[in-house]
């Protein structure tokens, strides 16, 4: 196994790092609809937890209006409940079988909650960067230790991992600093 080849194991789960933090922080409001604030809400359906999106379909009816075109008309009480319950500030109201959510105008306590929520993501996603940075340390000491490659190439392998770990830590800071602006956007 070659210095290269530890980066390319590792540099696959760096990228996934990225993806989970956006998949993250798509589902923190802005004070604008978007399906992906439903996201993380569970519906008690036929006995278990289901995700909204497998019992309706989400859409945007407006800036500030969220729609779920329920399946199962008797389901529409659950949904309604899930949505309320999820803790998002949310107030859906029932209409037939579609359930309507208006999305409120987020207050400047709010606001900065959220931001701290989205620069904890962001921290967290940094950690797990530095985790991915030493997993593979440890892989190129060991190789070393092994006889696989040189001092030389192992001290290459940490300043390429440095690299990339600076070129994803730049990528997080600079998405957070754009949802930020999207949060405070009145």
Do not use: C
Request: aromatic share 4%.
């Amino acid at each position: 196994m070659t210095v290269r080849d530890v980066i390319q194991k590792i540099e696959p789960r760096m990228k996934k790092t990225i993806e989970a933090f956006q998949h993250e922080i798509a589902s923190i409001r802005t004070g604008k609809a978007t399906t992906a604030l439903l996201d993380r809400v569970k519906v008690e359906a036929y006995g278990s937890q289901m995700p909204l999106k497998q019992v309706g379909n989400v859409g945007v009816l407006d800036v500030h209006t969220l729609s779920v075109q329920v399946w199962d008309k008797s389901m529409v009480g659950a949904v309604e409940r899930a949505i309320r319950d999820a803790n998002l500030g949310l107030n859906p109201s029932a209409d037939g079988q579609t359930v309507r959510i208006s999305i409120p105008p987020l207050t400047e306590e709010r606001r900065k909650e959220y931001v701290k929520l989205t620069k904890k993501f962001g921290e967290d996603s940094k950690v797990s960067l530095r985790n991915h940075r030493r997993d593979l340390i440890h892989e190129l000491d060991k190789l070393e230790k092994e006889k696989a490659i040189s001092e030389d190439d192992k001290n290459h392998g940490k300043k390429e991992a440095d690299d990339l770990v600076h070129k994803y830590e730049k990528k997080i800071t600079e998405m957070i600093a754009q949802k930020e602006k999207e949060i405070m956007e009145v």
